[in-house]
């Protein structure tokens, strides 16, 4: 046990050494200029150049294949081919391997960015809505969200300060400093670097890492033409002339890579797009290589014949057709970006954009074989009372469940119910925890042969003693929705032959309609059907949820075979005379 613990901490303390470990390794350009890239890829966005004779003194990685250099660019992270530059100090074999696109920062025995508990000794607050990435460079994936005002904690920078390690909800992650506003401290005190994360930020094969592979790909398309572009002027040129025009080559796009597991639970989709994006990369190196074969060719002016520009420019459009196909092809697969009407639901790793509604306001959604469950989002103040309904469409078969929760805690529900088909759904008053954004979950769980079809309207209301709740009902002769002041009135008005047109649970009871602006609130949620004084008192602790009031789950609380004859029970649901 000693030579383990001996061993971990060993680890430990190279990991908190390891963007240093590689000191030492300096380089010059010798060739006429070397470009500076986002990411280790020919054809990736150009941070900037540098001429014959600059010096990298600080590279602290390399790419996987050893053809890249991380090297750092005017206080940001950047890229550069070996090809122009040539070693002075140092062993590049000794450098860490890293990629932005699949490496956190650090590596994986010592993630600058994950999971951790630890907090920073400055509070600070995202100025902007911002990406918490995986590294402190726009190369690395987001890992997670801060939006305008959040605060956050500081825990590291780097040298130049231009990015900032964040601890988030215990996401640790870069920000870039531009969008942060420090609330107390001094960002200079912090650790260059940051600190070492408990875990590296969770990679799977969810919705998140299948849209990042998408974007990361339409990226690579949209970086590659500029190139593509160049070379058709080049061609087209040589096709007027009958000579090639030599002048710097357009950058040579490299392929894609996906990781095993993002390939693999989504191989039917991913595996043709990576197979054609990577057939029109090589053929856009193919017509760059043919141009650079003709002006290597010896002798002057290099003249190019018909046939050859013919074949070059038929090799241009194919890589264009195959671009625009890629580009159709994954934007519809991508997932819409939130525009400001709509929250954001993340559940078990995946993550769904639902519309966000207004109080009061009567909606109409739909559920479908292919569609069993819909869900929206609304604000909410603490201690706001509220009333939540569904109707269906007559003769609609959608039998609706409803479950209310905040929108940061889904499955810490506030409320929760579920009805048959053709029945009204009424939920509350249901009050609110706290001031925070909920998110109403709507689904289908019938037990039926047949999938749900069907068209239902939902609301959300506040209720005070001011304004009283108000109903949902369907006026059958004109088929719109209008509201009732009356729970007791048929919701479906005129009433349709064949279906009760009044809800079991109000329409059984005998007591007296409710007095206008009386909300009955449920007095405990731990209270028994003993305990409780009306039939009101039961539906709204039901509502609440205290599911021990229907123990065969049929949406009438306390009924006189499941209490043995109480008399609540037996006042309240009491059968109808003919």
């Not at 602790?541 to 209490?563: H, Q, R, V």
Request: aromatic share 8%; net charge negative.
């Amino acid at each position: 046990m000693a030579r383990f613990r001996g061993w971990m901490l060993l680890l430990v303390l190279w990991g908190v050494m390891l963007p240093t470990a590689a000191q030492g390794v300096r380089a010059v350009v010798v060739s006429e200029f070397a470009n500076i890239r986002l990411i280790p890829a020919l054809g990736a966005e150009v941070l900037g150049s540098v001429p014959a004779g600059f010096v990298f003194d600080t590279i602290n990685g390399r790419s996987a294949d050893g053809e890249w250099l991380r090297v750092v660019y005017f206080g940001q992270e950047g890229w550069v081919n070996i090809t122009p530059i040539r070693i002075l100090d140092g062993d590049v074999g000794a450098l860490p391997v890293a990629d932005p696109r699949s490496i956190p920062y650090g590596g994986f025995e010592a993630p600058r960015a994950g999971v951790s508990s630890q907090q920073g000794p400055i509070a600070a607050r995202a100025l902007n809505n911002l990406r918490v990435r995986n590294g402190p460079s726009r190369a690395y994936p987001t890992i997670a969200s801060i939006f305008t005002n959040q605060g956050m904690t500081l825990t590291g920078r780097t040298e130049s300060n231009a990015w900032l390690q964040v601890n988030y909800e215990g996401t640790l992650g870069w920000v870039s400093s531009r969008f942060v506003e420090i609330l107390d401290g001094d960002i200079n005190t912090l650790p260059i670097d940051g600190i070492v994360a408990s875990g590296p930020a969770i990679i799977g094969t969810g919705i998140d890492e299948f849209a990042q592979v998408l974007r990361l790909l339409l990226d690579r398309i949209n970086l590659a033409q500029p190139s593509l572009d160049t070379i058709r002027a080049y061609w087209a040129d040589a096709a007027l002339t009958g000579r090639a025009a030599c002048r710097p080559y357009p950058a040579q796009p490299s392929d894609v890579q996906i990781s095993t597991p993002t390939l693999a639970a989504n191989f039917a989709v991913l595996e043709p797009l990576r197979v054609d994006f990577n057939d029109s990369m090589a053929n856009l190196r193919l017509a760059i290589r043919l141009f650079i074969e003709v002006c290597n060719q010896p002798g002057t002016g290099n003249p190019v014949g018909q046939a050859t520009v013919e074949g070059a420019l038929n090799v241009v459009n194919t890589v264009q057709a195959q671009f625009d196909s890629l580009r159709s092809r994954i934007s519809a697969l991508l997932p819409p970006e939130n525009d400001g009407t709509r929250c954001q639901l993340e559940f078990n790793r995946r993550r769904e954009l639902l519309p966000i509604i207004n109080k009061g306001q009567i909606y109409l959604d739909a559920l479908s074989p292919r569609n069993y469950a819909t869900g929206f989002c609304f604000d909410g103040a603490q201690d706001e009372q509220i009333l939540i309904q569904t109707l269906p469409l007559p003769r609609s078969n959608v039998e609706l469940f409803v479950a209310v929760s905040p929108l940061d805690a889904p499955t810490n529900f506030v409320a929760i119910q579920r009805i048959g088909a053709n029945q009204r759904l009424v939920i509350g008053p249901v009050t609110l925890p706290r001031t925070t954004r909920y998110v109403v979950i709507i689904a289908d769980l019938g037990e039926r042969p047949t999938p749900p079809d069907g068209q239902f309207a939902f609301l959300v209301s506040t209720i005070t003693q001011l304004t009283p709740p108000s109903f949902l009902q369907f006026k059958t002769d004109t088929g719109a929705f209008a509201l009732t002041p009356n729970a007791f009135d048929p919701f479906y008005d005129p009433p349709i032959p064949g279906i009760v047109s009044q809800p079991t649970p109000f329409a059984a009871q005998a007591t007296p309609t409710p007095t206008p602006g009386t909300v009955v609130v449920c007095p405990s949620t731990s209270f028994s059907c003993a305990q409780l004084f009306s039939c009101a008192e039961a539906q709204a602790c039901l509502a609440a949820g205290n599911f021990a009031l229907d123990p065969n789950n049929n949406s009438i609380p306390c009924e006189p075979s499941e209490t043995g004859g109480i008399q609540l029970a037996s006042a309240c649901f009491a059968p109808l005379g003919p």
